[in-house]
């Protein structure tokens, strides 16, 4: 939902080849110090936890996830926190717990979805797109923030009436879900990837390539992609946020997956709201917590990430250049290419084109 | 829910050297601010076409409204029937054209389920999502402010990494989320406040002989004059707002610290420092107000964001605003209705858009250039 996204854009240095650093691993933790470290462990250790939880769903949780009874026991309905039901029962009479275990499951399965088919339209759509340039790229950069200016949630439902149309299948319901949240990543991609394409292809090391009689495919892939990568894990990971609050979103107004297909969190909150006026708490509590819980943890790790990805920005001992300093909101309003209304940073008046507020490294400052 | 501005003409800016070079110099438009904001203007019926188209068709590919809506009540014969009744049947890029003109003259078609004119739709209801809205920038504003500073003065201490971590949770916390533990706290179990609606049922109904009627209900118990009632529309404004603005003052908190940290670092800041001037009035005086320019565009962003979560925001607490009936019309798989809405959302968002950078430009002069 928010637009926080954190990118180094127009003064993007190319990084020295040799500094190539393995993802989450002890070299990244090692990188980190004091409370950024604290971050990073406790997003990290979140995550850990969802993930284990999400793939051994069925072994942990002690019912189904849309089963009233078991042994021919009947739950009841909104049955208080007991020592069988450990965060009580739903107004259908289901087991709260088992139904939050379940949506960590369906809520990894969308987020990997998501994610994964967004990079892999988004990513490829904006080098080709930015590389190439002409026509193509400036109607897509026109159509990418249009949509990008549009209130996200929004958009997934239009996407989610297109896809699912009333019917939907158990797998049906999540790749549905995935793919409205797609089309709302796509552009975010697409706008980072592009930027960076077009101030990296004009790069020595680009024409070099080039006049080495290089093939533009090969150029794209193996000279520029490498290099507008970095901001692509933060911006993932920030992604990965946004698509459980998304997700969320669209199960409580009804328009997310099927709730007798998967446990869903968004889709529980809103059964819940009606329980609120009657005092019972269980069933709107935990899996809004799940949501907080899991949201956080990504978030953290996301803007740790951030910091340590951009080597120029890491925080060492108290230095100058904290990174989240450099932390901005992805770039602007829609801006067209070119020609389009410019943003305080481009003006040619300002004293730092590069812009330092746009999250430009602060290498030039720190050399000076 | 047309915005129309007429910029105000603004007095030629001194031209600097540099300026004077970079300004292109068209015999009609010689003021740099207004070529900015006509071009910015003009940039508005692209990006809403494409907006309203991409809706229309991602709508529409699948099946026809009636279809959708009514599929399983009605027999084959009685759906075609209804079909051709509202030219449904007729060709894609037939109905897509006579939709634009539609919308050209405000027409943005009937509701299926409950034949409400979406426009009068849109006039009523909207006005409840802006008093939402409004009342929610209140709350962001008055937390994400004072919150913001204080995180940038005391970087890295205690309150900042309180603020930051109090940010981080607000952003993580759904919407809705936030509206039940209100609801639960402050009407369930503590009584307070009123966990639904926009008044009780008896202000709102003698509120709808207000004339004018404005649709706001504050607005409307104002004109009403009856201190009771004003009272009443605020108690349930209270809890919608912070829901909703606590997710936006999330978002201005972080902005601020770090616009406020970005200014802090810069050569004025550390000559007024070397004047004796004590931090205090360094951060109120001379960094704040400079750090606040990068926000107003994000503010626009957040334009997008807040009606986004405005739709969650008045599900939650059945606020009767345009996200309350968006909700409903999706239910009854209304799309007729659903499109009209979010084709005005889109619409507005592109407008308001338009309205930030008008502002920036008129605040920050290097904008113009």
Redesign the interface.
Known sequence: ????VVTETSGLTPLAPTRRRGLPGMALLRSTHG?QRGMLLTGLTIIAVFVVVAVLAPVLAPYGFNVDRADGVVFGTQQPPSAAHWFGTTVGGQDVLSRVIFGARTALAVIVLAVSISLLVGVPLGVVSGYVGGKVDRALV??T???Y??????LA???A??IT??RSTPLGGIFAAALSITVVFVPQYFRVVRNQTVSVKNEPFVDAARITGARPRRIIFRHVLPNVSQSIPVLATLNA?EAI?TL??LG????GIEPSSAAEW?YD??K??SD????I?WT??YP?LA??LV??GV??VG?SLNDILNPMLRTRG?G?T?A??A???AD???S?AD??????HD????PDPDG??AGAPLTEEAGR | MAVTVVPPAPPAPPATDVARARAPRGPLVRSPLVRYLLVRLALIVPTVLILVTVVFFFMRVIGDPITASQGGRLSADQLAERKAAAGFDRPILQQYAEYLGGLVRGDFGTALTDRREISEVLVTNGAATLELTMWALLVAFAIGLPLGRLAARYRDRLPDVSIRLFAVLVYAAPVFFVGLLLKLLFSATLGWLPASGRASASVEIALTNVTPKTNIMIVDAILYGDPGYILNVLEHAILPALALGLLTAGVFIRLIRINLLETMRTDYVTAARARGVSERVVVRKHAFRNAMVPVVTVMGMQIAMMLGGAILTETTFEWQGLGYVLSRYLLARDFVAVQGIVTAIAVVVAFSSFLIDVVNALVDPRVRY
């Open positions: 939902m928010t637009a926080i409370l026109l159509v923030d249009a949509l200016a549009f209130p996200s949630l929004l439902i239009v996407v009436i297109m149309n009333g946020s609050l969320a979103g409580f107004l009804g328009f968004g909150l809103n819940a709201l609120t006026s009657n005092g708490w709107g509590v809004g949501i907080v949201v956080t978030t953290l803007e108290g100058a904290t989240d300093e932390e901005i909101v602007d309003a829609p067209v020609g389009g209304p410019r943003q305080a003006s040619p008046l300002d330092l507020a």
